[in-house]
T-cell receptor, first 112, second 115 residues
Framework: DAKTTQPTSMDCAEGRAANLPCNHS???????VYWYRQIHSQGPQYIIHGLKNNETNEMASLIITEDRKSSTLILPHATLRDTAVYYC?????????????FGQGTILTVHP | DAGITQSPRHKVTETGTPVTLRCHQT?????MYWYRQDPGHGLRLIHYSYGVKDTDKGEVSDGYSVSRSKTEDFLLTLESATSSQTSVYFC??????????????FGPGTRLTVT
């Protein structure tokens, strides 16, 4: 699974968009980009994933660059409840089951 | 939210005693996982299951055993608990069909303290 690099921490004002970047320059063709988050003392929460195209769901949008070497998770209208550690994970699809490798992630703090 | 429950949610036990943690799912997902989370180590995979009675080791399996006799239940057993097994334990599930992405959904966690 490709290595990912994320900023250690970010701040965002409530109601504004939070844009969380992730670099994954060694990603290979069959590897997906996943985003999870972990709010203090809770289990990790799946947010979104993508392969090549941009994706959107009720929680967030995922923008993947054309060369797939980086991506951005967008929370369109951040709330205080979005304060959490956000993890970008790259993992192969198909039969590549097993562990998810959670790095250090980005601590996102949403302030009033 | 995915239907995953873990029991107990909190447990304090003494060194040398056996402990069993239970993960229960109502999603009928094929794959189930046990992770532990410790400060400075992130989440680490202990064991996982790819079907009833089919299990395999993760990266930190020493001192742990698992069993899965039904699709919905995945048990993690510490045969003789040690202080180094004090941790927060998370169960996860994934559907695991086809060749596409297989996102995992996590339970609320069990906080285990071994004294």
């Amino acid at each position: 699974d490709a290595k990912t690099t994320q900023p250690t921490s970010m701040d965002c004002a409530e109601g504004r968009a939070a844009n969380l970047p992730c670099n994954h320059s060694t990603i290979s063709g069959n590897e997906y980009v996943y985003w999870y988050r972990q709010i203090h003392s809770q289990g990790p929460q799946y947010i979104i994933h993508g392969l090549k195209n941009n994706e959107t769901n009720e929680m967030a949008s995922l923008i993947i660059t054309e060369d797939r070497k980086s991506s951005t998770l967008i929370l369109p209208h951040a709330t205080l409840r979005d304060t959490a550690v956000y993890y970008c994970i790259v993992k192969g699809g198909g039969t590549s089951y097993g562990k998810l490798t959670f790095g250090q992630g980005t601590i996102l703090t949403v302030h009033p | 939210d995915a239907g995953i429950t873990q029991s107990p949610r909190h447990k304090v036990t003494e060194t040398g005693t056996p402990v069993t943690l239970r993960c229960h799912q109502t999603e009928n997902h094929r794959y189930m996982y046990w992770y532990r989370q410790d400060p400075g180590h992130g989440l680490r995979l202990i064991h996982y299951s790819y079907g009833v009675k089919d299990t395999d080791k993760g990266e930190v399996s020493d001192g742990y055993s698992v069993s899965r006799s039904k699709t919905e239940d995945f048990l993690l057993t510490l045969e003789s608990a040690t202080s180094s097994q004090t941790s927060v334990y998370f169960c996860a599930i994934s559907e695991g069909t086809g060749t596409g992405a297989h996102e995992q959904y996590f339970g609320p966690g069990t906080r285990l303290t071994v004294t």
